[in-house]
């Protein structure tokens, strides 16, 4: 089935830097979404993108689904970015299920 | 907005207790889903829903049971609990089965 492999499994990086977050999964998606979780636990959607790029405030997110990778670049990184992303996969043939990556774990310092 | 609430929170057992997590969404949502999050392990799908009165197995299925007994009401269910059990659970809702709004988790301890 579906495997997900996400690099860095952590960072650390200086408020103001840029990070560059990869997924990499082993198997055909028609969907990719990336995820947030704080550091308290809770999850949010940050956005769904399938193939190309797509752009939400200062993160970015490139698919190359040929190559079935996908990366999150947030710019200008803040402490408040400090947290977990993970990237989950999809595919109608799994179910209607999600695959989720372990992430990366995120820590930014003022 | 979208929401999807859990309760208890926190829930302490002890071994061989019962166990029961509730969640409601008010996203009209037809999917719903069930997951554990535990170190090294990521998310892992314990069961899930189509819509009122389906439901589908997940990855991480034995022990669990769980009913979905209206649109918006899904509920997981621990019979003789165990250690192994100790998690933190969350549950999520979704339209499409691809953009998930997740509850805020509830952190089970069975001792």
């Known amino acids: 089935g579906q495997q997900v492999q996400q690099s860095p499994a952590s960072l650390v990086l200086q408020e103001g830097e840029n990070a560059e977050l990869q997924c990499n999964f082993s198997?055909?998606?028609?969907?990719l979404q990336w995820f947030y979780q704080s550091p308290g636990g809770s999850l949010v959607s940050l956005l769904s993108n399938p193939s190309g790029t797509k752009h939400t405030g200062r993160l970015t997110s490139t698919t190359v689904t040929k190559e079935r990778r996908s990366s999150l670049h947030i710019s200008s990184s803040q402490t408040t970015d400090s947290g977990t992303y993970l990237c989950a996969p999809f595919n109608v043939g799994d179910n209607s299920k999600l695959i989720w990556g372990l992430g990366t774990s995120l820590v930014v310092n003022p | 907005e979208a929401a999807v609430t859990q309760s208890p929170r926190n829930k302490v057992t002890v071994t061989g207790g019962n166990v029961t997590l509730s969640c409601r969404q008010t996203n009209s949502h037809n999917y719903m889903y069930w997951y554990r999050q535990d170190t090294g392990h990521g998310l892992r799908l314990i069961h899930y829903?189509?819509?009122?009165?389906?439901?589908q197995i997940g990855d991480v299925p034995d022990g669990y049971k769980a009913t979905r007994t209206t649109q918006e009401d899904f509920f997981l269910l621990l019979e003789l609990a165990s250690p192994s059990q100790t998690s933190l659970y969350f549950c999520a809702s979704s339209g499409t089965g691809v953009e998930q709004y997740f509850g805020p988790g509830t952190r089970l301890t069975v001792l």
């Open positions: 829903s189509y819509g009122a009165g389906n439901l």
């Open positions: 198997s055909t998606a028609t969907q």
